[in-house]
């Protein structure tokens, strides 16, 4: 069983940073990879970026490569998404999600808003 609590949300103006943080608890947080996702409103949700267990490797969706950066640290069981020059089209509900033996787990999501 693996809980996921997002928190750091909130509302910015275009141009602005915030960073979102994602608290896990359960298995052991260095063994699997994370996940940042985001939904919009009238949209599916979306990948924006994976960090694996080490956090030696990652990976974006094009449109934040550059401005957004996913880590992690094992030691405190949370992996963040930093995002800088942030875009009214950046505006979603993100999620934290991890899958661990095969099975899916996923954060109550924290809003972003980004106003022009």
């Known amino acids: 069983q693996v809980q996921l609590v997002e928190s750091g949300g909130g509302l910015v103006q275009a141009g602005g940073s915030l960073r979102l943080s994602c608290a896990a608890s359960?298995?052991?947080?260095?063994?699997?990879?994370m996940d940042w996702f985001r939904q919009a409103p009238g949209k599916e949700r979306e990948f924006v970026a994976t960090i694996s267990g080490s956090g030696s490797m990652t990976y974006y969706v094009d449109s934040v490569k550059g401005r957004f950066t996913i880590s992690r640290d094992n030691a405190k069981n949370t992996v963040y998404l930093q995002m800088n020059s942030l875009k009214p089209e950046d505006t979603a509900v993100y999620y934290c999600h991890a899958r661990v033996v095969g099975r899916d787990y996923w954060g109550q999501g924290t809003q972003v808003t980004v106003s022009s």
């Open positions: 359960g298995r052991t947080f260095s063994s699997y990879a």
